[in-house]
């Protein structure tokens, strides 16, 4: 038959569990509440450390919550209000107020205010970005780019890929232990021209005249000889 936990005893623990860290005074009341207060975030123990991890922190506080209903004062009310402040959306800014005040008779007339600041949320890598482009036409499109995530790929040639070379092998995973950002499209004649200024694919045959169409013609060896003359 299933047995039932006696209410007595567990009713004890609970009292128990709360009184022994609680004021001289043999309660949980105000004194305890300013004790927090007036050594907030100091460590090493002591008083307002009710939790016996070494700091005053917002577990004392709520230790000192939960175990209120220990020490009702019929000479003190306790209220309890949260104040927001800072401005905008961003958490980083925004910083809750815990302030305690009592109306009636306390053995203190000070009034403690707490203030918890919250850690801000990371913001969140968008998943593309659009550069912008001195000079490039309105119509043109714009410059993508899209992110690369943090992973792991393989690397070099299969057996038997069809025009593979040598040097390619052997295959071996790389490892990028962070996040990049790549062109989402082609470099375009409009944004290399915008960019660099010159038309490498001027008096070929067989190109494409439209200005989003890729830019053709052009290499490394021009990137980098453009940014040795730029210093």
């Given at each position: ?17 709360c009184?022994?860290?609680a ?27 009710f939790?016996g ?13 939960q ?9 003190s ?13 961003d ?8 302030t ?41 499109t ?63 045959n ?5 200005p ?10 021009d ?9």
């Open positions: 038959m299933k047995r039932t936990l006696p209410l007595l005893p567990v009713l004890m623990v609970l009292v128990l569990w009184l022994p860290v004021y001289p005074d043999g309660r949980i009341d105000s004194d305890d509440l300013l004790n927090v207060a007036e050594n907030w975030q100091r460590t090493g123990g002591g008083p307002g450390d939790t991890d070494g700091v005053v922190d917002q577990a004392d506080l709520l230790y000192i919550i175990c209120w209903k220990q020490a009702t004062s019929p000479t009310t306790p209220t309890f209000t949260f104040t927001p402040t800072g401005t905008g959306t958490i980083s800014t925004f910083t809750p107020t815990i305690a005040t009592w109306t009636g008779t306390s053995t203190r007339t000070s009034t403690p205010t707490i203030t918890l600041t919250s850690t801000p949320t990371p913001t969140a890598t968008p998943e593309e970005i659009i550069i912008d482009i001195p000079g490039l036409p309105e119509d043109a714009p410059l993508i780019l899209v992110r690369i995530p943090a992973g792991e790929f393989l690397m070099g040639r299969y057996p038997g890929e069809q025009d593979s070379q040598d040097y390619e092998d052997p295959q071996h995973y790389v490892d990028i232990g962070y996040d990049f950002y790549i062109g989402k499209y082609e470099i375009t004649k409009a944004q290399w021209e915008a960019i660099m200024g010159t038309t490498p694919w001027s008096g070929k067989y190109i494409l005249d439209h989003d169409s890729p830019a053709v013609y052009v290499s490394w060896n990137i980098r000889n453009a940014a040795g003359s730029t210093g």
